[in-house]
């Protein structure tokens, strides 16, 4: 994958880095010599990923602690994005889900869901394909997952807010294109991170066949950026998986995710 001419000066930013993904993103990417902006609200964590890899690697490594729910926080993340030294590859990794359903939730809840997953991604999106498509390379690639093709888990709108990151990055992808400039959404299955512990879920019952790992994500990521694909999707299962959401009869989805998280029973309504 070659998004500059300048290889030695290649530049990443990436949002949520400091676990999960995002750090696997990270990692990756400064072994393969690329500079890097990292972006997350723990300024502590930031600050020690970015010595290990800086003196791990020899790579330029920039902290930025944001929390990107808020506009201040996207508001620095653009400025950064637009001044400075280039920014060739945007990994808009940070998100959330929620551990409660819709009609359990508060509006305040349901916002900053929203800001994160939806807002966050559409504002640093545009601010780094301005200059992207100005210099004619660079690549954004936007975290969405598989649960954003089908309703699977009732009550939640985590899914919802993924259906839409999914959409917005094929088709911005596709407009991009004639200026080469790569928009790509990688759609993950279940992934060994801090997601789902941060958020409260129990995943105990998950079976083990269906755990992906980060570093495995992001290894089928960049060969799919490459490709030039618009939606990647890491793993055979959860390609089948996806078609099955894609193509089979709403109603036996239904019954399928009738007893998934988010449910509620009458006696919680």
Known sequence: ????????ERRALVTGATAGIGAAFARRLASDGWHLVLVARDAGRLTELAADLGSRHGREVETLSADLSTDDGCDAVEQRLSTG????LLVNNAGISLNKPFLRSTAEDEARLLRLN?????RLTLAALRPMTERRNGAVI???SVAGFGAVMPGSTYSASKAWVTNFSES?????????VRVMALCPGYTRTE?????????SKTPE???LKAEDVVDEALRDLGKGKLVSIPAWKYKVAVAGLRHAPRRLLQVVARDTRGRIGRDER
């Open 118 to 122: 939806v807002h966050a991604v559409m």
């Open 209 to 211: 066949w269906m755990w």
């Open 85 to 88: 030294s280039p920014v060739h």
């Open 142 to 144: 936007n975290v969405s």
């Open 172 to 180: 911005v992808g596709q407009s991009t294109r004639p200026y080469g």
């Open 1 to 8: 994958m070659t998004l500059d001419p300048a290889t030695a």
């Open 195 to 203: 997601f789902h512990d941060r958020a409260g879920i129990n995943m």
